[in-house]
């Protein structure tokens, strides 16, 4: 079975990245192709790269980056949830990504963004650095918008047209299956 994990973009106090994570989890259990589950990089308290060795390397010698490390190692693809801070993403999901190498290889992710211009620009940047990461993207993309999936800015509540997000896990379930030779599984 694949495993897919949820990931939240961001560690800001009123965050609205977990309650996305959540409502695309919800949609995701719905399903059968995959095994989701929610990972809160909040919940690892990475402190800014403090390795002494490149991550290319796979020497850590941290207890949270080895944790974290384990914890992606055990996925075959993502959703990273962002949203768009200056137009790119949120330093911690910058530093989360950056704490490893091999553990995201031969994967696939897919995309769910929000900001004032849906966080197009944010999923831009991500998409580069999963190039460099050697992980797939899939094309099929979640844009939520300020003005209409946050009532006042604030509280989540999605717009019913985001059909998108069933063709996003599709993607990203197939995309995720056919790299598995890459992984030796």
């Not at 560690?11 to 589950?37: F, H, M």
């Not at 197009?120 to 094309?139: G, I, K, P, Y």
């Amino acid at each position: 079975m694949i495993n897919i994990a949820v990931i939240t973009g961001s560690t800001r106090p009123g965050r609205k990245s977990l309650d996305v994570a959540r409502w695309v989890l919800e949609i995701a259990t719905l399903r059968n192709d995959a095994v989701y589950s929610l990972v809160d990089i909040e919940d690892f308290k990475l402190p800014l790269l403090d390795e002494p060795v490149p991550p290319a390397m796979g020497q850590y010698s941290q207890p949270h980056t080895k944790e974290w490390a384990e914890k992606i190692d055990g996925f075959d693809g993502f959703v990273f949830v962002t949203p768009e801070y200056n137009h790119g993403i949120p330093g911690a999901l910058k530093n989360a990504i950056d704490f490893l190498f091999r553990e995201w290889n031969n994967k696939a992710a897919a995309f769910v963004s929000y900001g004032s211009a849906g966080g197009v620009r944010a999923v831009e940047s991500l998409r580069l650095c999963m190039v460099e990461l050697m992980v797939a993207d899939v094309r099929a993309q979640v844009q939520l918008s300020l003005a209409t999936d946050f009532e006042n800015y604030a509280a989540f509540k999605p717009a019913p047209h985001h059909e998108n997000v069933g063709t996003m896990l599709d993607q990203v379930v197939a995309w995720s299956g056919a790299l598995q030779p890459l992984r030796g599984k």
